[in-house]
């Protein structure tokens, strides 16, 4: 991986973890993923123009159908990782999803998209979701496991913590095949994917209306926060992904969990701090090892 791909990975990693600590906060439903994307309609519109008013014209079927299936795959993905982590910790949800992630990510690029593997890349791969495991817990996971509400909480942290990575993988693919091979730009990839998520997710809100008013009231900041940080990660992520094989970048993107473990001790008060930052040193190092392959 270049050394350019690698910067806007490290860059995409810091910000795609402070969302998620608002999103955690948050607390919120699809209620919030339709306020967040609204606020990205609005906020990215000049950036979407400038970027797309030469681009968008030349959109064949074979464009709008991906960018429509990175739509939807969306919405699922913000309503399940939502869920998530009302039900269990940022520290388990998280950690699983982005470990998931890309295990399926990369598995699918070498078999659909011709990407190989070097012994580099795979010690690489392998250190990260090492590392993961670490942060979510480690061999905690499974003493927490006795309790009976903890260990509710944890496997709804694992179950809806692996639904989400599945989901990470399925847009990680679509995505990475619309900026590679079709050539999609990623600015606009991702605006226009943004639009047509509010569809699926305005006819929820229609029909409790109170309900939505009073999530907009509640949460607005912080959906202030995942609507400027996510779109501005996941861009630099999609040129990341044009410099460098995406069975790379995409576990090099799990370095967030690096932040995450201390941004979420801290504020959410989550601890195992020594494990997980012992499991942050495995990502760092399984960084370096995808850089060098």
Same mark, same amino acid.
């Given at each position: 991986?270049?050394?350019?791909?690698?910067? =806007?990975?490290? $860059?995409?990693?810091?910000?795609?973890?402070?969302?998620?600590?608002?999103?955690?906060?948050?607390?919120?439903?699809?209620?919030?993923?339709?306020?967040? #994307?609204?606020?990205? $309609?609005?906020?990215?519109?000049?950036?979407?123009?400038?970027?797309? !008013?030469?681009?968008?014209?030349?959109?064949?079927?074979?464009?709008?159908?991906?960018?429509?299936?990175?739509?939807?795959?969306?919405?699922?993905?913000?309503?399940?990782?939502?869920?998530?982590?009302?039900?269990?910790?940022?520290?388990?949800?998280?950690?699983?999803?982005?470990?998931?992630?890309?295990?399926?990510?990369?598995?699918?690029?070498?078999?659909?998209?011709?990407?190989?593997?070097?012994?580099?890349?795979?010690?690489?791969?392998?250190?990260? $979701?090492?590392?993961?495991?670490?942060?979510?817990?480690?061999?905690?996971? !499974?003493?927490? #496991?006795?309790?009976?509400?903890?260990? #509710?909480?944890?496997?709804?942290?694992?179950?809806?913590?692996?639904?989400?990575?599945?989901?990470?993988?399925?847009?990680?693919?679509?995505?990475?095949?619309?900026?590679?091979?079709?050539?999609?730009?990623?600015?606009?990839?991702?605006?226009?994917?943004?639009?047509?998520?509010?569809?699926? =997710?305005?006819?929820?809100?229609?029909?409790?209306?109170?309900?939505?008013?009073?999530?907009?009231?509640?949460?607005?900041?912080?959906?202030?926060?995942?609507?400027?940080?996510?779109?501005?990660?996941?861009?630099?992520?999609?040129?990341?992904?044009?410099?460098?094989? =995406?069975?790379?970048?995409?576990?090099?993107?799990?370095?967030?969990?690096?932040?995450?473990?201390?941004?979420?001790?801290?504020?959410? @008060?989550?601890?195992?701090?020594?494990?997980?930052?012992?499991?942050?040193? $495995?990502?760092?190092? @399984?960084?370096?090892?995808?850089?060098?392959?």
């Amino acid at each position: 991986m270049s050394v350019s791909a690698l910067a =806007l990975v490290l $860059c995409a990693a810091l910000l795609h973890a402070l969302w998620n600590v608002a999103a955690k906060q948050a607390g919120g439903d699809q209620r919030f993923a339709l306020i967040s #994307a609204v606020m990205v $309609c609005v906020l990215w519109a000049p950036v979407a123009v400038w970027f797309g !008013w030469d681009e968008l014209p030349r959109w064949g079927v074979a464009q709008w159908g991906l960018v429509l299936s990175s739509a939807v795959v969306h919405v699922l993905y913000f309503i399940v990782l939502l869920k998530g982590y009302r039900l269990s910790d940022l520290t388990v949800v998280y950690p699983v999803a982005r470990g998931s992630g890309p295990l399926l990510s990369s598995l699918g690029a070498v078999l659909l998209l011709g990407e190989r593997l070097t012994p580099s890349g795979v010690a690489g791969v392998l250190a990260v $979701c090492g590392g993961v495991f670490l942060i979510a817990g480690g061999p905690g996971l !499974w003493r927490r #496991a006795h309790d009976p509400a903890a260990r #509710a909480r944890v496997l709804a942290g694992l179950r809806w913590g692996g639904l989400t990575g599945g989901l990470i993988a399925a847009y990680t693919l679509i995505d990475g095949y619309s900026v590679k091979v079709m050539l999609v730009g990623p600015v606009l990839l991702d605006y226009v994917g943004n639009l047509l998520r509010v569809p699926f =997710l305005l006819p929820s809100a229609l029909r409790d209306r109170a309900g939505f008013v009073s999530a907009l009231h509640a949460q607005w900041r912080y959906a202030l926060v995942v609507a400027v940080l996510s779109p501005l990660a996941y861009v630099l992520v999609l040129y990341a992904v044009r410099l460098a094989p =995406l069975s790379h970048v995409a576990p090099a993107r799990e370095v967030s969990m690096l932040f995450a473990a201390l941004i979420g001790g801290r504020l959410l @008060g989550e601890g195992e701090r020594r494990l997980r930052l012992l499991g942050a040193v $495995c990502i760092a190092g @399984g960084v370096v090892s995808l850089a060098l392959g």
